[in-house]
């Protein structure tokens, strides 16, 4: 089952194997009660027959034997043993050598009877039956043996239900290898895909940092500038948003290829930056203050930022659909890519014009005219912060109806009140100030109808 679709191996080492098996079992009862797991398949698993000689130390003392010299004679007497070796020359003057090997008949050593009937000769002469050293019992052994570290191990290989992301099934397991306790000096370690995702992530994020260093110094050379540079790379962390949204919604798990499509799209969001400030630069080259760069440069770029943007999701949806033997290993980065694409491109319209005007001077500067009120009149506030007398209900940005009737009234008035006077009587300072207002009102106000 190890390395098949949905499956998570990981392996224990120990010294000792009985506690490693007896601990390699209980991790699999414990798996076995999850609910996101399918099926728990141990190495350790598939026997084969075999025959277990256990020597008893003492007996063998007595006999004048030793365990070791024990097993060199079953040895020789089961797999035979080399005597000698005979080279044999051809009239070519070519020699061959061949091994002469010797040992006992196959017929003596087939069953448990017959290996505890083998002659074991002692280091005085005498001869003992194996059974009067040793117990000879048949028994089952891994078909195959592992080690990790020079230490015995044993894989565990865990299938889970279709679905289930990856870093739940591994959280799942760590939490059943420590509730189990593992013995001192034990080791746990993931294998398969996991354990690829764990060497590769530092790789994955130091590329990541050199691809954003390698973009900010190109930007910089291309608008000389650092500036704006870093308003673009600004955009990249808007990627993780429709990242996250997008493996939310398909339940898919993060891996090698998800970094992989992380990185392509740090790239990719950093174009519709450029095209945009771009514009933008070359506008107030025409003239145009920041403030009216902005907002042309998203009226006229936006359709070939979102047609960009749309012909890139669209070239990876049959990757995302998954269509195609293998497309699954690239599913993740075609989802991530997506995402990604989609939040970036409609948030990226709205927030590099934002972020542009908060480091441009002329937009952070220009907050607008200041004015307040003195005895019903308005009254403009300059840089100073000094009160300058402007036309009431007059605003260069606002043009109502409602205005222009009560400035034309209040004209006529006092038109009629400047009229009614006495031309021969000479003009207080007041008058001639009233009347320098009313000039410059009626003059605005054919200006503003021409």
Do not use: C, W
Request: proline share 3%.
């Amino acid at each position: 089952m190890s390395g098949e679709a949905n499956t998570v191996p990981f392996t224990i080492a120990y010294s000792d194997r009985d506690e490693l098996y007896d601990v390699a079992n209980e991790i699999e009862e414990e798996l076995l009660n999850e609910s996101i797991i399918r099926e728990v398949q141990l190495s350790i698993e598939d026997q084969i027959p075999e025959i277990v000689i256990d020597v008893d130390q003492e007996t063998a003392r007595e006999s004048g034997l030793t365990p070791a010299e024990i097993a060199n004679q079953v040895s020789q007497a089961t797999r035979g043993e080399t005597a000698l070796t005979v080279q044999i020359s051809s009239e070519d003057e070519s020699s061959q050598i061949y091994e002469v090997a010797v040992g006992l008949d196959s017929s003596f050593t087939e069953t448990v009877e017959d290996l505890e009937n083998l002659a074991i000769a002692t280091q005085e002469g005498a001869v003992v039956s194996l059974v009067d050293v040793a117990e000879v019992t048949e028994g089952e052994s891994p078909a195959t043996i592992q080690r990790a570290d020079q230490e015995e191990a044993v894989e565990i290989t865990v299938g889970y239900i279709a679905g289930t992301a990856l870093s739940d099934v591994s959280i799942a397991i760590e939490n059943v290898v420590d509730e189990v306790e593992l013995p001192e000096g034990a080791t746990f370690s993931f294998g398969g895909e996991q354990e690829i995702l764990d060497d590769a992530i530092g790789s994955m994020i130091l590329a990541l940092i050199l691809a954003i260093v390698f973009i900010y110094l190109i930007m910089a050379a291309q608008f000389e500038s650092f500036k704006l540079p870093f308003i673009m790379l600004m955009t990249v962390p808007l990627v993780l948003i429709g990242v996250t949204i997008a493996l939310t919604v398909t339940q898919t798990a993060i891996g090698v290829t998800t970094f992989i499509g992380i990185i392509i799209l740090v790239g990719v969001v950093v174009n519709n930056g450029i095209v945009m400030l771009d514009f933008v630069n070359q506008q107030k080259k025409k003239g145009l203050g920041t403030y009216d760069a902005l907002v042309e440069s998203v009226q006229l770029r936006t359709r070939p930022i979102i047609m960009t943007s749309a012909t890139a999701i669209l070239g990876m949806v049959p990757i995302a659909v998954g269509f195609g033997e293998g497309a699954e290993l690239q599913q993740p980065m075609a989802i991530a890519v997506i995402g990604g694409l989609v939040s970036s491109t409609l948030l990226t319209l709205v927030f590099i014009p934002v972020l542009y005007s908060l480091f441009d001077r002329e937009t952070r500067s220009n907050k607008g005219p200041r004015y307040v009120t003195i005895d019903g009149e308005f009254y403009e506030v300059d840089e100073n912060n000094r009160a300058i007398k402007t036309l009431p209900y007059y605003n260069e940005t606002v043009h109502s109806s409602e205005g222009e009737e009560r400035a034309d009234e209040e004209f006529e008035t006092k038109e009629q009140e400047h009229n009614s006077k006495n031309t021969d009587t000479d003009l207080s300072r007041e008058d001639i100030v009233k009347l320098l207002e009313s000039i410059v009102e009626k003059s605005k106000k054919d200006n503003d109808e021409k």
